[in-house]
């Protein structure tokens, strides 16, 4: 069973900085697309920036120029690079792996709090 443990989350205020880690129990990156994802309190779960095992990376709108995504395969650990903080990206985010098989497995970490004050 594979799990994911996020960690680097927490209170900021508006134009500061984090660094959110996803570490996985074993050598999944081969196989699966990890992604960040976010939910604020009455929204949606939404699609950060995710990346694969080469580095290539896909971003949503919100994040492009600000957060950076990046792999360190042999820690088998996701990071978010957050900058430029806004009180609107304050949510729980959550580290994702699903593998490229449309039938495999998904997992979902327990979510990291990120809060930004204005």
């Known amino acids: 069973q594979v799990q994911l443990v996020e960690s680097g989350g927490g209170s900021v205020q508006a134009g500061g900085s984090l660094r959110l880690s996803c570490t996985a129990s074993?050598?999944?990156?081969?196989?699966?697309?990890v992604g960040w994802y976010r939910q604020a309190p009455g929204k949606q779960r939404e699609l950060v920036a995710e990346?694969?095992?080469?580095?290539?990376?896909n971003y949503a709108d919100s994040a492009k120029g600000r957060f950076t995504i990046s792999i360190n395969n042999a820690k088998n650990t996701v990071y978010l690079q957050l900058n430029s903080l806004k009180p609107e990206d304050t949510a729980v985010y959550f580290c994702?792996?699903?593998?490229?098989?449309?039938?495999?497995?998904?997992?979902w970490g327990q979510g990291t709090q990120v809060t930004v004050s204005s």
């Open positions: 990346i694969i095992r080469s580095g290539s990376a």
């Open positions: 994702s792996a699903r593998e490229f098989d449309p039938f495999g497995g998904r997992w």
């Open positions: 074993g050598s999944i990156f081969s196989r699966t697309t």
